[in-house]
């Protein structure tokens, strides 16, 4: 079992920054991929970020590339999310995830352990 929690969430203005931390324990992270999902109020849970056991590999939802950093620190077991430029259709809460495996997956159902989520809201 991993118990993930996440924190950094706020209220920011458009074009403003925000770096969101995802704290895991229970199992040895480094064994873990990980990644962030965002869920908005009506919509689908969508991939945000997802990053490598080592953190050598990352993957990005087209929507984040350029604006979003994901990076882990395995000796502190923890992810991060840093964002920047930051839009209002940015806004919904915010999940880290753990998956299992050694690929580095997109995908919602891949991921077996999920964070209670962070809110985000981006202002106009």
């Known amino acids: 079992q991993v118990q993930l929690v996440e924190s950094g969430g706020g209220l920011v203005q458009a074009g403003g920054s925000l770096r969101l931390s995802c704290a895991a324990s229970g199992r040895t992270f480094s064994n873990y991929a990980m990644g962030w999902f965002r869920q908005a109020p009506g919509k689908e849970r969508e991939i945000v970020a997802a990053?490598?056991?080592?953190?050598?590999?990352?993957n990005y939802a087209d929507s984040v590339k350029g604006r979003f950093t994901i990076s882990r620190d395995n000796a502190k077991n923890t992810v991060y999310l840093q964002m920047n430029s930051l839009k209002p259709e940015d806004t919904a809460v915010y999940y880290c995830a753990a998956d299992r495996t050694m690929s580095v997956h997109t995908t919602p159902r891949a991921y077996d352990y999920w964070g209670q989520g962070t809110q985000v809201t981006v202002s106009s």
């Open positions: 990053i490598s056991r080592s953190g050598r590999s990352t």
